[in-house]
């Protein structure tokens, strides 16, 4: 365990004086049915994203509600983004577990609602790096700095591959972008488990970690890459937050040749994993 891996039961937010950094944050709302909770985004930009379960939120005269998927794997995405300065009540319509991304903005921008049918699916990679990519508050998307995106990875499978990098200021190709990885695995059957590498030979890190359920993974710079053990398909919802409105990032040099290789490799026909329908098994 390092400090950049933070394991489940074991933290109970990431922000940016925890992590160091100037920007993201991150943590899980777990309500009760019925129960209400009032926050306040303070300086923060948030966006709420129902994991499994369904609530509403009240603030400032309006209502919305959202989520219907019983767990991350059962359906697609609803969000609700909030600005700074804004009020709000959480409340259970059922039991919900809801995660909360958040940056640090200077612009009161507009509340927005994304539904599920708004949230565009890719299939990315292919042959056994094939995954699926929930783009929900996108770079076009009206935010200052918040960037949230959800992967599913079939079992077996790579993700975030090639292993990249976003932790120098050089667009149109790299930004700096901190991000947090956020693991979600089914617990049935017992033992399921992931694997993640952070490296930066810059900054001389070289990590290699088994992840499981409910642990979050912090990525402060380097290249990263992840692996779903066989049997066990992996959910992550990554949180990402910089100065520019894009997701650009830097390949591996050693790594990038696999790119123009994936043409002559079939897409994993089990992906897209979850659409509008729920699972597809």
Not at 170 to 193: C, D, K, N, T, W
Request: charged share 25%.
């Amino acid at each position: 365990m390092t400090e950049l891996l933070l394991r489940h039961g074991e933290w109970d937010v990431v922000d940016p004086a925890s992590a160091s950094w100037s920007y993201l944050s991150f943590r899980i709302e777990r309500l009760r049915d019925g129960e209400r909770v009032s926050r306040q985004t303070d300086g923060e930009e948030i966006a709420l994203v129902p994991l499994g379960g369904r609530c509403a939120v009240e603030s400032d005269g309006e209502r919305w509600e959202l989520g219907e998927r019983e767990s991350v794997f059962d359906g697609m995405p609803w969000a609700l983004y909030l600005p700074r300065d804004t009020e709000y009540t959480l409340v259970a319509l059922g039991d919900v577990e809801v995660a909360v991304s958040g940056a640090l903005a200077d612009e009161q921008l507009e509340p927005r609602l994304l539904t599920p049918d708004e949230v565009e699916i890719e299939v990315r990679g292919s042959g056994n790096a094939t995954r699926q990519i929930n783009h929900i508050i996108k770079p076009e998307f009206p935010a200052q700095r918040l960037l949230v995106v959800e992967v599913f990875t079939p079992a077996g499978n790579w993700s975030s591959y090639p292993p990249h990098k976003h932790d120098e200021d050089r667009p149109p190709g790299e930004v700096v972008l901190e991000e947090v990885y956020y693991y979600r695995i089914p617990s049935e059957p017992p033992g399921a488990f992931a694997v993640q590498r952070l490296y930066s030979p810059q900054h001389g890190t070289d990590l290699t970690e088994t992840v499981r359920d409910g642990d979050i993974m912090l990525v402060p710079h380097g290249y990263h890459t992840t692996a779903a053990a066989h049997g066990y398909d992996l959910y992550y919802l990554n949180g990402l937050a910089g100065d520019r409105r894009s997701m650009a990032s830097a390949d591996d040099p050693a790594l990038a040749w696999i790119r123009p290789a994936w043409a002559n490799l079939e897409p994993d026909p089990r992906v897209p994993l979850v659409t509008l329908e729920g699972r597809r098994h």
